[in-house]
């Protein structure tokens, strides 16, 4: 009885949500989980990079960008930090100071490349909360109905047979690339993963007494999973999550890049690497520069996932694979 | 252990089956007349009713499959309609240079990782491991194409040791077939070595607190001795299975390194069958390399015998 009073006094998880509080870990307060993840050297680094990659992300219209997608074919391959007369096609003109230099087309690689951020953070964080979503409706499912546990287990064992970068690709070229089809096309490569953890989690807390003393109580089903069982769910699922990110954000370069991903006129950073992959012996950066951001943006993120792990549960070692 | 092989090869029957489904529903999923899209923008009327007609779309959608299935069964995979060839032959033709990738990759990822994962672990905490695992984190947060570029600008460009571009076959010489084959597969080996280093060293360090090692330790054995006949050998077992895990991984990162170093491999075909929309043979590839992770893990499975004497099938 007691272990059902305490759990009664967790937060539930949509109010840990908007609080910023993670419910797994209800022995140790919020303030002391939030000490231990900045005493970690690689949250403290990831945290600063992924803040400034977001800050270009949401700031980039006054960041010193001009029109992603304006050229002038007179002023392509500029190097970086030059500076050049621009005359758009519209054929307005002004100076302008590239600090990324121009593509083969002498579109500015800075804004393509701030502007890029935009695409890959959203991608990242669309493509952890839809397969995240999905996959937790999945694995309840299938951890607490055992009678649907075979055949939906099955379903996500034949899925995840198939590599998932194909996946995504074999996906998006059936339904025509747009930033909502490859959201789409990397959830459903990445949901039997996340299903299968939180279907783990839901068989060990199955057998805990709290829940076997609100079955005893006759609560009902609905109640039950949601006040008893998802709670425990929310860490591992915060750690599964950054990794699907990071995750993302590759795949969609990774479809860029191969010219399979969004239309090629997209800002994006794989965009602007499959652009200069023609060019590459002669203008290397073009293709290492948007390399560089999309690298470190991951980094962040894989070592804020690492951290959270670590901070979150020790023993915690899933890693999406 | 005949036993075995059978059990486990029948508990694989129903995953091929479920990727069956889904191959086979992928091309169902195109947006509008899956005969339209077989046929191209240039079809007419009527070659659209032929393919119609070839692919019995008229009959129910579970017919279909099982139609499907059967030939799929018989090892007709069909025509691509892009090359005008049995898209089987074509799998084929270029399994070579894939194969050669990969074996290598898989070689040289195991030959980096293993060592650095022992050493991690045997310094614990210390400044050595957290470099490693610093090194890591960095090793796989670097996209395939990104490093594929450095290594490119690195070896190719600036010192020029080594060939960038292109494939040789094994048969026409060894030496010249590992320099092509160096760049890309430095380049994957890069990612994998860092997951498998991670791997390696939780693991050591979890068979480093057994029992086992402290009565080792008592007895005086040296400390290298220890890490290879004891911790390592308890270890073999999960480092084996993130091998065979990380296959699919491996599958993706070839489809770009091929297409970075110019390799006229299967990943180059899937890029190509994707671009022209040639569904059989994205039908195939896929099939096929889902064939092999389940086939992958099926070996890894059994490697289990070899590599721990107390697992019996």
Not at chain 1, 198 to 214: D, F, G, I, K, T
Not at chain 2, 235 to 260: K, M, Q, R, W
Request: hydrophobic share 55%; proline share 6%.
């Amino acid at each position: 009885m007691t272990s059902i009073s305490l759990r009664d006094d967790a937060p539930t998880p949509a109010a840990a949500a908007t609080a910023g509080v993670l419910p797994a870990a209800p022995r140790a307060p919020a303030r002391s989980l939030l000490r231990r993840l900045l005493a970690n050297g690689g949250v403290r680094i990831g945290g600063v990079l992924l803040a400034a990659m977001l800050l270009l992300a949401v700031a980039a219209p006054w960041l010193g960008t001009i029109d992603p997608n304006a050229m002038d074919p007179a002023n392509s391959h500029l190097p970086p930090g030059a500076r050049a007369e621009f005359t758009t096609l519209a054929g307005d003109s002004f100076d302008r100071f590239f600090p990324l230099g121009t593509d083969s087309m002498g579109r500015d690689l800075w804004s393509r490349t701030a502007y890029g951020a935009r695409i890959s953070l959203s991608v990242g964080v669309a493509v952890a909360l839809g397969s995240v979503a999905f996959g937790l409706v999945v694995g309840m499912v299938a951890g607490y109905f055992r009678r649907l546990d075979g055949v939906i287990m099955r379903v996500m064992d034949g899925m995840m047979a198939i590599p998932g970068i194909l996946f995504a690709i074999v996906l998006v070229a059936v339904w025509r690339p747009s930033l909502l089809t490859v959201i789409l096309a990397i959830v459903v490569p990445e949901t039997p993963r996340v299903a299968r953890l939180v279907r783990s989690v839901v068989l060990s807390v199955r057998e805990e007494p709290y829940v076997e003393a609100a079955v005893a109580l006759d609560t009902p089903t609905w109640k039950l999973m949601l006040r008893h069982i998802l709670p425990n769910t929310v860490a591992p699922l915060i750690v599964q999550g950054t990794f699907i990110c990071a995750a993302a954000m590759l795949v969609e370069a990774v479809m860029s890049f191969l010219g399979i991903g969004l239309p090629s006129e997209v800002p994006t950073w794989g965009n602007i690497m499959s652009e200069g992959r023609t060019h590459f012996t002669s203008h290397p950066s073009t293709v290492l520069l948007p390399g560089l951001f999309l690298a470190l943006t991951v980094l962040a993120v894989n070592m804020l996932g690492d951290g959270l792990r670590d901070a979150l549960d020790p023993k915690f070692k899933a890693r999406g694979g | 252990m005949l036993h075995f092989l059978l059990r486990r090869g029948l508990a694989t029957a129903p995953v091929l089956l479920i990727v069956a489904v889904i191959v086979f529903l992928l091309l169902r999923m195109t947006p509008g007349d899956p005969a339209a899209a077989i046929a191209g923008d240039a079809a007419s009327a009527q070659d659209i009713a032929r393919i119609r007609a070839q692919l019995g779309l008229d009959a129910s959608i579970v017919t279909q499959f099982v139609h499907w299935l059967g030939q799929v069964l018989r090892g007709d995979l069909g025509y691509s309609f892009f090359y005008r060839m049995r898209v089987t032959d074509l799998i084929g033709q270029r399994l070579e240079p894939t194969l050669s990738v990969a074996a290598v990759t898989v070689v040289l990822t195991v030959l980096i990782a293993v060592p650095l994962g022992v050493l991690a672990a045997s310094r614990r905490g210390g400044r050595l491991d957290r470099f490693i695992m610093g090194a890591s984190v960095l090793g796989f947060s670097v996209p395939v194409f990104v490093a594929g570029y450095v290594m490119i600008w690195l070896f190719s460009m600036q010192l020029g040791w080594l060939p960038s571009q292109g494939y040789q076959r094994v048969g026409d010489g060894v030496g010249p077939w590992l320099r092509h084959l160096a760049l890309p597969c430095i380049t994957l080996a890069v990612m994998y070595a860092a997951l498998i280093a991670r791997v390696t060293r939780a693991a050591v360090s979890e068979a480093l607190t057994e029992d086992y090692v402290r009565t080792a330790r008592a007895k005086g054995i040296a400390e290298w001795r220890m890490l290879l006949r004891h911790a390592l050998a308890n270890a073999a077992v999960p480092i084996a299975t993130v091998i065979g895990l990380s296959v699919a991984g491996l599958i993706g990162g070839v489809v770009v390194t091929e297409t970075i170093y110019a390799i006229p491999g299967l990943g180059q075909l899937t890029v190509d069958a994707v671009l022209s929309r040639d569904y059989p043979l994205i039908q195939a590839i896929t099939l096929f390399f889902s064939l092999v992770y389940v086939v992958v893990n099926l070996l890894v499975d059994l490697s289990y015998l070899l590599l721990d004497p107390r697992i019996r099938y």
